[in-house]
């Protein structure tokens, strides 16, 4: 089965920075990524993702690239507010999703 | 649009005791999973339906652990007997048809004491 490693496990970045979160997997055959922010409390709820036939896609602030030939695939975020601060989570499968551990992303104002 | 509800929210047992958890998807989305998220780490497929059939439940401990979809609406969880290990928290979410966005719900956190 799939296997998603995701890498900082945390992330302490000043407010107006950049934050980048990297994410392989293991399974060729997965073609869906996406990205969760999950708050304090809150289910996960999905900010961006990505399908296997698109190389990049972009959403304001937020940012997700896909390598399928290395099996990895990264968010980013510019222009970090406090409001960023949260858990995020990387996924990817098909029928069969797995999720990466997670990062704890702190903006400090 | 309403989302995924769940109840309860919280709920603190001893362990050997039962507990069952309750999910109300999103109108309309076929799949319905289950997830159980433990403190640290990212939520871990315990089972998946479409409809009212279950499409994997690999990762279910089945000696301890139950889930049905009746009707192919709401979605009970239980677990008979509870063990430390089980405390964490429950996650239901739900989509129109995999590999598409999941809807989360808020989840319930689950303490085995």
């Known amino acids: 089965g799939e296997n998603v490693e995701q890498h900082p496990s945390t992330l302490s970045v000043q407010e107006g920075d950049s934050a980048v979160i990297k994410c392989t997997y293991s399974?060729?055959?997965?073609?869906?990524f996406p990205w969760y922010k999950q708050e304090l409390g809150k289910g996960p709820q999905l900010i961006i993702d990505?399908?296997?036939?698109?190389g990049e896609k972009k959403d304001q602030r937020i940012a997700v690239t896909l390598n399928k030939t290395a099996k990895h695939f990264s968010l980013h975020i510019t222009e970090t507010q406090p409001e960023d601060s949260a858990v995020y989570f990387c996924?990817?499968?098909?029928?069969?999703?797995?999720f990466g551990a997670g990062t704890r992303l702190t903006v400090k104002p | 649009e309403a989302g995924v509800a769940q109840s309860p929210r919280y709920k603190i047992i001893e362990k050997r005791q039962s507990v069952a958890f309750w999910c109300n998807p999103i109108?309309?989305?076929?799949?319905l999973y289950w997830y159980q998220q433990i403190l640290g780490q990212g939520p871990k497929l315990l089972i998946q339906?479409?409809?009212?059939?279950?499409?994997?439940d690999s990762q279910l401990p089945k000696d301890r652990f139950s889930a049905e979809r009746l009707k192919g609406v709401d979605s009970t969880l239980k677990i008979q007997p509870a063990k430390l290990e089980d405390s964490a928290v429950y996650l239901c979410?739900?989509?129109?048809?995999?590999?598409?966005?999941?809807?989360f719900g808020p989840g319930t956190r689950l303490t085995v004491l």
């Open positions: 979410a739900s989509s129109l048809e995999p590999p598409t966005q999941k809807y």
């Open positions: 399974d060729s055959a997965s073609n869906y």
């Open positions: 990505i399908r296997s036939n698109v």
């Open positions: 996924a990817a499968g098909g029928n069969d999703m797995r």
């Open positions: 109108s309309g989305h076929a799949t």
């Open positions: 339906f479409q409809n009212n059939g279950v499409v994997d």
